[in-house]
């Protein structure tokens, strides 16, 4: 019994010691992987918070997350600004999208290699105000850039404008 | 009192039928920017305007028009908006010591103003892409270009500043300052662009 009890605490400490070698490991790899690439972006985000005055959120996979400068903003996310309350985000390709106040904007598709700069933008748009600034995208293939509201289309032609809609 | 219900009532109703379910408003861009339009389109038709301030409405039924705003207007109307633009993004342009990935001597000092103006704003960000000339195949200048804004970005994440903020792309041999032929060995074009904004 003591035999035995005695060689699997041996085995076990081997067994810690292979899985922390394993752990280094995986870990140098990933070091190595992230290095190869340039290590570019630490999360997925598509976009970056500038102004945010009030209560602004971003609806994100059913939750309602509240935004401060520097925050990110993902695909498919929602920015919902409350009333007195105005946000801005600058997207990867440096298109600059504003936001006043009870405004609801939803970034429904972003696409963009940054090495090719080409990709597109689809924006819709449910209430409030927005102002954009195109980008890189826009710059390259305006075609590729469109804002929906619940009655019209938005094609840019490299702009800078205002849009706004009422539910 | 009956008289300034039924002017009320009228007023309320003209203003919810008059209010556009929709209104575009071309503003004026900077400086270098070539002449822009915006089109907006419904089911029912499409408008085109491309002079500053000009304004596209669409009405419930999805009917559009356009109209001449003037300046003071929109600045009135869109207060909040219009204060929420960030400040205009600042580019600076940083050389290498040749062959290498380590930056020269005038352009490591330029560094600490690229710092500082990201610090400065809110939600700062730090995109850094690096180029090169046309020496080699588009591969491996991707590659090189990479590098480059890599080794930047360690730069500027060493000091501090939150990686999840400052970008490496590699724009490889697609943007030379100085258009040559291909295998021409041209310094000006081995460089990083770097973007605070």
Same mark, same amino acid.
């Given at each position: 019994?003591?035999?035995?009890?005695?060689?699997?605490?041996?085995?076990?400490?081997?067994?810690?010691?292979?899985?922390?070698?394993?752990?280094?490991?995986?870990?140098?790899?990933?070091?190595?992987?992230?290095?190869?690439?340039?290590?570019?972006?630490?999360?997925?985000?598509?976009?970056?918070?500038?102004?945010?005055?009030?209560?602004?959120?971003?609806?994100?996979?059913?939750?309602?997350?509240?935004?401060?400068?520097?925050?990110?903003?993902?695909?498919?996310?929602?920015?919902?600004?409350?009333?007195?309350?105005?946000?801005?985000?600058?997207?990867?390709?440096?298109?600059?999208?504003?936001?006043?106040?009870?405004?609801?904007?939803?970034?429904?598709?972003?696409?963009?290699?940054?090495?090719?700069?080409?990709?597109?933008?689809?924006?819709?748009?449910?209430?409030?105000?927005?102002?954009?600034?195109?980008?890189?995208?826009?710059? @390259?293939?305006?075609?590729?850039?469109?804002?929906?509201?619940?009655?019209?289309?938005?094609?840019?032609?490299?702009?800078?404008? &205002?849009?706004?809609?009422?539910? | 009192?009956?008289?300034?219900?039924?002017?009320?009532?009228?007023?309320?109703?003209? @203003?919810?039928?008059?209010?556009?379910?929709?209104?575009?408003?071309?503003?004026?861009? %900077?400086?270098?920017?070539?002449?822009?339009?915006?089109?907006?389109?419904?089911?029912?038709?499409?408008?085109?305007?491309?002079?500053?301030?000009?304004?596209?409405?669409?009405?419930?039924?999805?009917?559009?028009?356009?109209?001449?705003?003037?300046?003071?207007?929109?600045?009135?109307?869109?207060?909040?908006?219009?204060?929420?633009?960030?400040?205009?993004?600042?580019?600076?342009?940083?050389?290498?010591?040749?062959?290498?990935?380590?930056?020269?001597?005038?352009?490591?000092?330029?560094?600490?103003?690229? @710092?500082?103006?990201?610090?400065?704003?809110? %939600?700062?960000?730090?995109? &850094?892409?690096?180029?090169?000339?046309?020496?080699?195949?588009?591969?491996?200048?991707?590659?090189?270009?990479?590098?480059?804004?890599?080794?930047?970005?360690?730069?500027?994440?060493?000091?501090?500043?939150?990686?999840?903020?400052?970008?490496?792309?590699?724009?490889?041999?697609?943007?030379?300052?100085?258009?040559?032929?291909?295998?021409?060995?041209?310094?000006?074009?081995?460089?990083?662009?770097?973007?605070?904004?």
């Amino acid at each position: 019994m003591m035999h035995i009890r005695h060689v699997s605490a041996v085995s076990v400490r081997l067994l810690w010691g292979v899985l922390c070698a394993l752990l280094l490991g995986v870990g140098a790899a990933m070091a190595q992987a992230a290095s190869d690439t340039g290590a570019p972006q630490g999360d997925n985000r598509q976009g970056t918070f500038k102004t945010v005055q009030g209560e602004v959120v971003v609806e994100r996979g059913g939750k309602r997350v509240p935004v401060s400068s520097g925050a990110p903003l993902m695909a498919l996310d929602r920015i919902v600004t409350g009333p007195r309350s105005a946000a801005s985000v600058i997207l990867r390709d440096g298109t600059v999208l504003a936001l006043g106040p009870d405004s609801s904007v939803n970034l429904a598709e972003f696409r963009f290699d940054p090495t090719t700069q080409e990709g597109n933008i689809l924006i819709s748009m449910a209430k409030g105000s927005l102002r954009m600034v195109s980008g890189l995208i826009a710059k @390259l293939k305006p075609e590729q850039v469109k804002i929906t509201t619940p009655t019209s289309v938005i094609g840019v032609r490299g702009t800078d404008f &205002i849009v706004e809609t009422h539910s | 009192m009956r008289r300034l219900l039924v002017l009320v009532a009228t007023l309320v109703w003209l @203003l919810a039928g008059c209010a556009p379910a929709t209104r575009v408003i071309l503003l004026p861009d %900077g400086p270098d920017a070539k002449p822009t339009a915006v089109v907006v389109s419904t089911d029912r038709g499409s408008q085109t305007i491309d002079k500053p301030y000009q304004s596209a409405t669409v009405n419930a039924q999805g009917q559009v028009d356009s109209e001449q705003l003037r300046a003071r207007d929109v600045r009135q109307r869109y207060p909040q908006l219009l204060a929420a633009q960030p400040p205009v993004s600042r580019s600076f342009t940083l050389y290498f010591k040749p062959g290498t990935s380590e930056l020269a001597d005038e352009s490591a000092a330029q560094l600490a103003t690229v @710092l500082e103006q990201a610090t400065v704003r809110d %939600g700062g960000e730090v995109v &850094i892409t690096g180029h090169t000339d046309r020496v080699g195949t588009v591969e491996s200048n991707d590659a090189l270009s990479l590098r480059r804004a890599a080794a930047i970005r360690e730069l500027v994440v060493k000091r501090g500043f939150d990686p999840t903020r400052v970008y490496a792309i590699g724009r490889g041999e697609r943007e030379p300052v100085v258009p040559t032929a291909d295998e021409v060995d041209e310094p000006k074009n081995r460089r990083a662009e770097v973007v605070v904004r």
